[in-house]
């Protein structure tokens, strides 16, 4: 396959995954949360199950596949967490997100190489999958929405579709923020899909001896341990940082995100340029690092500025907006890019390399970018928290 096809696979995920995220915010909204959760996962369980039987002679089927997986993934909700511990909740969820998503290349590269086919590094996810229904379906409350911050009586105001949207329109914190986190997203997809290939092409370049992917499998196993360490500690300085500082800056959250967002951009810039000597690893490690203290403070910041019974809507459309603009197509372009350099110079063994390596320098420009749009979005946040305040103060006066 070729980079851009390869890519494809990314993108067909995240499409379904973005265009049916909407659909479960409105459900979210309105219905039992847990039971929409639980039903998502065991669709995505069963279609990654699914996938592991599909033959590289039908790799339209695979796609179909991995769009249902998609599906899946769109179901998860993350707006049922207490505002008095938010912060700290999201620093452990994201912390563990980024462990397993760095354990899937660990143990992903592993089991193909052990078995020598790649279809079994899918038949391992189904056991996560039902791990996760487990926990969900015996631990898993669903308590009212707004439930904590109204002493247990919760929001129960509903409206339509429409004025949902539009209500979101009008909180600029929200809209900024959205346009921050998208430039982060485009930059993790087009990585997490491209720095194996890439340091594994890298290797090569340097007259490594690779032979049967080697060098990838090795590659895939060091960028899953640097993202699980990255993610952790990211994660976790990013929660520190807003929870010491919030009551001195209100706005503190989106510079924090701004900050970790625009630092990281000489650290991918040294790594891609590096990436044929070892120093490349400790650029790429301080640039995952800053990215992923955007995380868990953005899903916070979220939470407070959009009021409860709103706020699977105001994810669901910030999780398709982002992932439609962001790892969408961030992969297939990254791609694409490093096949039109490559083609302008096929005969020369290097230029697979410095194609791929010329092709993700976008990515630190969408950094760039995207720490501008957090440092605007610090301008309103306060405002934007305030107004939900009064909110949910107005509404439990009422139904005193």
Known sequence: LSDGTAALLQTVFICSFLLLAPVFGYLGDRYNRKYIMIAGLI??????FCCSFITES???ALMLLRALVGIGEASQLHTMLPPSSQTSLLGILFSIVCVFSGLGFIIGAGVASQTGDWHWAFRINPI????GIALLFFFCPNPPRGAAETQGEGVRQQSSYLEDV????????YMWSTLGITASTFNLGALAFWMPTFLSR???FQGLHCQDGSCLSTDSYGFGVVTIVTGVLGGSIGTLLSRSFRDRLPHVDPLICAVGLLASVPCLIASIFTASTSIATVFAFLGQA???MNWAVMADILLYIVIPNRRSTAEAL?????????DCGSPYIVGAISDAIYSSNPETSAWSFHSLQYSITICPAVGFIGGLFYLVAAFYINDDRKAVLQFLE???AAQL
């Not at 669709?43 to 990654?48: C, E």
């Not at 996560?128 to 791990?131: A, E, P, Q, R």
């Not at 539009?166 to 914190?173: G, R, T």
């Not at 910030?318 to 962001?326: A, C, D, S």
């Open 166 to 173: 539009k209500y979101l329109l009008k909180i600029k914190s």
């Open 394 to 396: 107005g509404r439990f």
């Open 58 to 60: 039908y790799f339209w």
């Open 128 to 131: 996560f999958g039902l791990v």
């Open 202 to 204: 890298a290797r090569v």
């Open 43 to 48: 669709m995505w369980t069963l279609t990654s």
């Open 290 to 292: 800053l990215v992923a």
């Open 318 to 326: 910030q999780v398709m907006f982002i992932h439609l603009l962001g």
